[in-house]
């Protein structure tokens, strides 16, 4: 079974974080931070910017110009940070920047991501330590939502900390985007 969304037990400032390259960013990067901080009561979310995905091949665009395009599709949306970690905390990996931002006691930290990110998040570094240290919110994206039930992580872990978010997917990618 499934457990769909659900409201977690508040211990701090509530702050999501989603990660990623944004190469661009675009209006389903912002419509689901909109939804994590309606549906969660979530006070902040950091869009963090990362230099490279492991996982993909180098960005089109220069970390710079990633920022300033994410600072723009925001617009007026103050509660979303756009920041760049990695050489602050001299790593790229996500653990170490939940670590990084679990240090002050009263944040309670959401890591936001799409379906399809969870399909291959049992590659992540120390992906079992990412889900015991905050929440996962995992919002749909369209084809994708059967092969993230059927993943490595949904069935290796017990899943309290991992709560699937439906709602009115916008159809776009970044990879899409960078297509045309």
């Known amino acids: 079974m499934v457990k769909l969304e659900n409201k977690f037990k508040t ?9 990623g390259t944004f190469d661009p960013a675009h209006k ?15 006070k902040n979310i950091i869009w963090a910017i990362t230099k490279k995905n492991p996982f993909k091949n180098e960005s089109k665009s220069n970390l710079i110009s990633r920022m300033q395009f994410a600072k723009k599709i925001i617009d007026n949306n103050n509660y979303i940070k756009i920041k760049f970690y990695e050489e602050k905390i001299g790593s790229n990996k996500t653990i170490d920047l939940i670590k990084y931002l679990s240090k002050e006691k ?3 930290i959401y890591f936001i991501m799409g379906a399809d990110n969870l399909i291959n ?3 992540w570094y120390k992906w079992k330590s990412i889900i015991k ?4 919110l995992v919002f749909d994206r369209q084809g994708y939502r059967a092969k993230s039930l059927k993943s490595v992580t949904f069935n290796e872990t017990d899943n309290k900390n991992l709560t699937f978010v439906n709602f ?11 297509k045309v």
Request: with cysteine.
């Open 168 to 178: 009115n997917k916008v159809n776009i990618s970044s990879s899409k985007l960078r």
């Open 121 to 123: 998040f049992h590659k």
């Open 106 to 108: 009263k944040n309670e």
């Open 133 to 136: 240290n905050c929440n996962i």
């Open 28 to 42: 389903g990067h912002l419509e689901i931070s909109k939804q994590a901080k309606k549906r969660f009561e979530l």
């Open 11 to 19: 211990q701090g400032i509530k702050i999501g974080i989603l990660g």
